[in-house]
C-alpha cells in the first residue's frame, strides 16, 4: 500500500489523496515523498489531466513530517552526515517546486495545469508547506483544526520552503509570529492572516477544489515570486520599512531566546538571506541553515525529547503489558485549587468526575472553579456551550462517599497532612469497589507511607499533578513499594485519557522533579545570602535557558510553601539536614510578611494588583552585595549542576528507571532549559569528563552537594554517554 493514491474523474480532474496506511494521522516519510513526485509526474504528463486535488482521506490533512526520518537521514549520512541532510531536503524542495510551477512553460509562465490543496482538518508543519507549493488552498470551515508550522517548538523550523514561502507571501512581520512562535490558527484565522485562500463548508470541500482547477486561469498558477516585478510585503531588508521589521524582530529573537536556541536565530537568517536573492537560491539558503540547525546537538536533542521520547511515553513506553485500563468513573477527594483543576481535565476529557469535599459549598466552589476554566476556553472560542454544558454534567460536587460506590480510580488531593490523607483514603476505600485504584496526589510525602492507611496498598499510588493542573502537560506517576502494575496501567491510560504525558518513577523523598527543582531554588537562595547580586542570580538563569529565575520561582510557588517543605524536611532528616543556610533567609523574608507573589511581597516588589515591578530593594540591606561579583559562568554552573547532579542520582539510586522520563519530566515539569533536551542530553552535549570536572571544582569551592555521583564519574572515566549507555535498556524511541 501507498501513502498516496490518484484518480481521474470525467471532468478531467486527478484527485491525489493522502491517506498513509495504520496511522490515524497522515505524517510525510520519504516514501510518501516519492509516492507523491510520481503521481505529480504522471498527473502533469497526462493530457486527461486539465488539474489535480490535493486531498486527505482523513479527518485531517496532516500532522508534519516523520522526524525519524530526518534522523535517520542524519545518521545514514556516514563522515558527512551535513551534505546528506542537505541533499535530502533540496530534494523535497524539488518536488514542491515541481507543484508549484505545475509543467509552466519557465518563460511564458503560461501552460501550467492548475494545483488546489482541499485540507478537511488539521494541516501542520509540512502538512502546511506542501499547500503553500499549491496554487490555492481552500480549508473546510473545522473549528478544531489547526494550521501552522509549529517546528520552532520542537528545535527546528520549517525547513520544507515553508520558511521561504511564508514570508514571501505575508512579509517578514505578518509571517514571524507563525515562524518564530509557531503560533497556531483554526481555518477562519489562518484565512484572516492570509496563510489559506478560502474556508468552506466541510460538505463542499470537494466540489469547490474542483470547481477552481477547472476555472483556473493561467495568471491564477503564477507565485507573486514568481511574476516580474515582485515586491515583498513591508519590504526587503535593504528598504526602510523592510530594515526596520528585521531590526526589530532579531530583537524580539534575542529577548525570547536569550541566544541559547538556535533554530530561531538561523530561521531569521534565511528570511532575511532569502529576500535579497531569486526565489529558488532563497530555498538554497533556506535548506542550507535548516542542515545547519540540525546538526547542531541542541536541535537533535529537543527533537529526541520533545518529539521523539515524548510520543514515546504518551503511547506506553513503560506501561506494564496488561489490558485496557481506561477510567469510567473517577472520584476526586478534595475540591480545592488541586482537585477542582484534576476534576475539570478529566471531564472535558468524558470522564464522569464525583468532586468530594468536607463541606457542600466547598465541592460546589470546586465545580465553579471548571466552569471559570469552561467560560474561559467558551470566550476564546476554544468549545461551544452544548460542549461546556457537557463537560459541567459530568461533575458532581457532593460531600457523601457513598457517591464513589461507581468509581475505579480516585485520585485524593486533600492537604499535605499524612493524618488527613489517612482518614480520607479509609473512607473512600470504604465507599468503593474492591478493584478501585487509589491515587493521591502529593509532591512531598512519601507514597509507600501513605499506603499504611490503606487496605489495598498494591493498589495504592502517587499522582502528581504541577499547578495549574489544565495548563502544565507533565503528571509524575509514583510506584511505592508495594504498588502493582495494574496501578500502573490504570494510572497511565488515566493520563492518556487526560491527553498529558506522563514520567513513571519509583517512590522517593520528593519523587523527581521536586527533588531536582528544589536545589535550583535553594542554590539561588544561598547566593543571596553569599552577597551574590540577585539581578545576576535571576538573568544568569534566563541566559542558560530556565524560563523563571530561582528567586522568582519561589516567589511564584509562595515562600510560606517553601517554609512549611523546610520545616517537615528538617523534621524527616534530623542532623542530615542540608539546607540550614537557605532556611535563614527564606524564614527571615517570612517573617517580615514577604510569603512570596500572593502576598505581593518576597523577593520581588509587587503593585496592588500583583504585577512583578522587579526585584526588591529591601534584599541589599538584609544581605548586602559583595564587591566583585562572580563571572557569569560560575553563577550558570551552580544553578544548573544543583539540578542535574540530583538527576544523575535519581537514576543511580533507581528513583529513575528510563533517562527518557528524565529528560521529558525536566522539561515539562519545571521548564529544565528546553535547549539542551534535559539533564541528561546536557550531559551527553558537554560531555562526561567535563561535566566532572566543573563539578569537582564547584565541590571544591562550594561544598558537597556539588559532589560527583559515582555514576557520572565512572562514565567519564569509560567515555561513554547516557544515551549511548542506557538508551537500549530503556528502549529508546
Known sequence: M????????????????????????????MAGFADLDALIDAALADPAVKGIVLTSAKKDFAGGMDLNVIARMKEEGGADPAKAVFDGVMGMHAVLRKIERAGMDPKTLKGGKPIVAALPGTALGIGLELPLACHRIIAADNPKAKIGLPEILVGIFPGGGGTTRLARKLGAMMAAPLLLEGKLNDPRGAKAMGVVDEVVPPEDLLDRAKAWVLAAKDADLVKPWDQKGYKMPGGAPYHPAGFMTFVGASAMVLGKTMGVYPAAKALLSAVYEGALVPFDTALKIEARWFTHVLMNPSSSAMIRSLFINKEALEKGAVRPALPDQSVKTLGVLGAGMMGAGIAHVAASAGIKVVLIDAGQEAADRGKAHAEALLDKAMKRGKITAETRAEVL???????????????DLIVEAVFEDPAVKADVTRRAEAATPADCIFATNTSTLPISGLAKASQRPEQFIGIHFFSPVDKMMLVEIIRGQQTGDRAVAKALDFVR?????????????????????????????????????????????????MPLGPLQLVDETSIELGVKIAKATKAAMGEAYPDAAVDAVIFRLADQGRLGKKANAGFYAYDEAGKRLGLWPGLDGFWPVLDPQPALPEVQHRLLFAQVLEAVRALEQGVLTDIREG??????????????????????MIGAPRAVEICDGLAARHGARFAVPQLLRDMAAAGDSFYGRFAPRSRAA
Not at 668 to 678: C, D, I, N, R
Request: charged share 15%; net charge negative.
Open 2 to 29: 501507498t501513502d498516496f493514491t490518484s484518480q481521474t474523474d470525467a471532468s478531467g480532474v486527478c484527485t491525489i489523496t493522502w491517506d498513509v496506511p495504520g496511522k490515524s494521522m497522515n505524517v510525510m516519510s
Open 497 to 545: 485519557q487526560i491527553r498529558k504525558t506522563p514520567i513513571v518513577v519509583n517512590d522517593a523523598r520528593f519523587f523527581y522533579a521536586n527533588r531536582c527543582i528544589i536545589p535550583y531554588i535553594n542554590e539561588g537562595i544561598r547566593m543571596v545570602a553569599e552577597g551574590v547580586a540577585p539581578a545576576l542570580i535571576e538573568n544568569a538563569a534566563k541566559l542558560v535557558g
Open 663 to 684: 529528560d521529558v519530566g525536566a522539561i515539562l515539569g519545571w521548564g529544565f532549559a528546553p535547549w539542551s533536551g534535559g539533564p541528561f542530553s546536557w550531559l551527553d
Open 393 to 407: 454534567a459530568r461533575i458532581t460536587p457532593t460531600t457523601d462517599y457513598a457517591a464513589l460506590a461507581g468509581a
